[in-house]
């Protein structure tokens, strides 16, 4: 089959590979019909997220058509040819952290626990495509994919339902709204979102569907903060023009947003002596994250207040002030997204007209054009906001 | 030699004070924190030779050889990799040194003719790591236990009841699927059993294996009878408050015996037993909750170059 391939930074191909297997009782093979990159692949493709391999296969965002159900999961509930969106988390099911709906931290799903114990105190669950931290399971970018803990992850989709509308259910959707959940909204909040990229997009959206008063969305590309302002309602910030903290002081009456959202992460593009710093210390090592958008969301924040952070981290960061989060009773949420959780009431809402997720998808390729896909998404060229692969 | 484990388990029952569980660790890691320091030094500097050559290069003031370096960088990411892996602390070590001599003859060849003062800087980095490497290389080789009595303790939480974890237990077939270096467990009765495990080379080694105390739903200790390897050990399932599973605490004694076929097969059994240990409860956990044991072995992936092979089975947990 066809598959894209991480070769080194900024260096993916579509590769011919042998095709997936089952190799566990509970797996099933899926038949690719949709899949998307993310701003975490992005990561990847710049080479921040260690214990990578040349020819690893990429791909966490992916739905398709189930052609091979394993031995230990046959007649319980899924079958071959069902219609299926993949969270991108693996995760069994039966662990205590599961049974709590924390699936991204599920206790058995990742064979290389011991690294991610190194690097993180105790281990996450597998992610399909993502590192051998997490496991390094061969991803979705590509004609087929193994599914393991089949009878736990996947869910299926009524056909009614184009792809378009319900491949996003496997991560950016549930991301943007755990974070905007986990601000626990109350009448009259303001959000403010870091960033206007999916996840951002979505946190905006999920945000308003939980009951949240204003919105405003930060980043700098007029394309980004225009669908943000349009099709989400927000109010919007461009970081390059004005002076964010002193805005959002000045929108909220001196207090600061209720809640903060840094849905940008660990590549933040900070502007001045700032950003410099941070590359510095990146390039030598020093800090593997750079964490702009994360200290301007905690600055930003009302007292009281929780900043939710969807956006992924790596490493170690430097001079993120836990000081103001500690005296000023932040709540510090975040996580990788426990997809499981929220892939059925949030297509609930995608089939009661609630949001029809679609309409930040700027590009439909083939899965031929993943390399070039990339670059454009990588330099948001062409106003690329989200790319869809076809296999 | 005064007492052998078996007499020790068998006088002092199965008694194992957990507490012996950190003292135990951190006397046979030896230095853990040293290593794990190293370590990451190998991947920080690893991951910057392999992306940023040419920034490295202009760094430490030498001639930018990207490719030269991205070859240093897989060394020392994999040395990194090794270290921190535990698996064979003795072997990554030792490859960090035989790392830091390419890397002087390097920086010596570089510095022909001038010398400027970050090369001079860089040189004494170098030597000041090679001396903590061989020491360590040293120490941790001849740490490597051959002989004498080696004793783990390790515990796991199991989401399930301590009912079912012990019947788990008690089923020897389970074991065997959980316990790396285990091939074939043949029960001769409720009682006693016979073990095959994967000595160096293809040989394998046996042993028959008793139990000596059995508590339904509570505890299991058992001992070795005859064979190439003296061992004993005992499983305590006691339920965690909540009902939030069970805790499962395994204690594990082993003495290599005295014969040249048993200390030549020692090492794979006996290769690092806390983090075997470990990765056994991990499977076992793993298998009871799940049914199946997590893993990618047999997934595609595109073509690697033999270097990244290395790199890629390193990653996948191939590293023993
Ligand atoms: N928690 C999870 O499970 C999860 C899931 C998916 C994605 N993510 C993470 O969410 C983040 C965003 O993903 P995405 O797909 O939207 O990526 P993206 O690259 O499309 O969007 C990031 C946006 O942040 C903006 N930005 C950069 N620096 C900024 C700054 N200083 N202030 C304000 N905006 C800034 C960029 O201009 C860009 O529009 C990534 O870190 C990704 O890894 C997390
Ligand atoms: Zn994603
Ligand atoms: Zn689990």
Redo the contacts between chains.
Sequence with gaps: ?K?V?????RDV?V?R?????L????DAIVKVSSTAICGSDLHLYN?FV??M?????LGHEFMGEVVEVGK?IEGDGLAVGDRVVVPFP?A?????SC?DGMFSVC?????????AE?MWGHATS?IFGYS?LT????GGQ?EYV?V??ADVGPVKVPDGLPDDQVLFLTDIFPTGYMAAEACELEPGDTVAVWGCGPVGLFAIASAFLLGAERVIAIDRFPERLRLARERCGAETLDYEQVDVRAALEEMTGGLGPDHCIDAVGMEAHTPGIEGRYDRLKQ???LETDRPGALRQAILSCRGGGTVSVPGVYGGVVDKVPLGSVMNRSLTLKTGQTHVQRYVRPLLERIQNGEIDPSFMITHRLALDEAPGAYDMFLRKQDECIKVVLRP | MTTTTRERVAREGTRVAPEHDGGERRRAGGGDGVVDGLGWLSVGLGLAELLVPDGLARFIGVRRRPLLFRALGLRELASGVGLLSHRRPGTALWSRVVGDAIDLALLGAAARGRAPVRLIAATAAVVGVTTVDVVCAVRNTRRRPASGRRRVVRTISVNRTPAECYAFWRDPQNLACVMEHIVDVQAHDARRSRWTARGPGGTTITWEAEVVHDEPDRLIAWRSLEGDLETAGEARFEARPGGRGTLVRVALEYRPPLGLLGRLAAPLVLEAPERQLKEDLRRFKALLETGEIATTEGQPAGRREVVHRTLARLLTGGVS
């Design positions: 089959m598959a391939c991480w070769f080194g930074p191909r590769e590979v042998k095709d997936p297997e190799l566990n009782p509970r080479g260690p214990t391999a040349q020819g690893d296969i230990g693996i069994c099911g039966d662990c205590f049974v206790e058995n799903s990742n064979p290389n626990a011991w690294m190194k597998g051998h496991g390094g399971y061969a590509a193994r393991p803990y390039a030598l090592m």
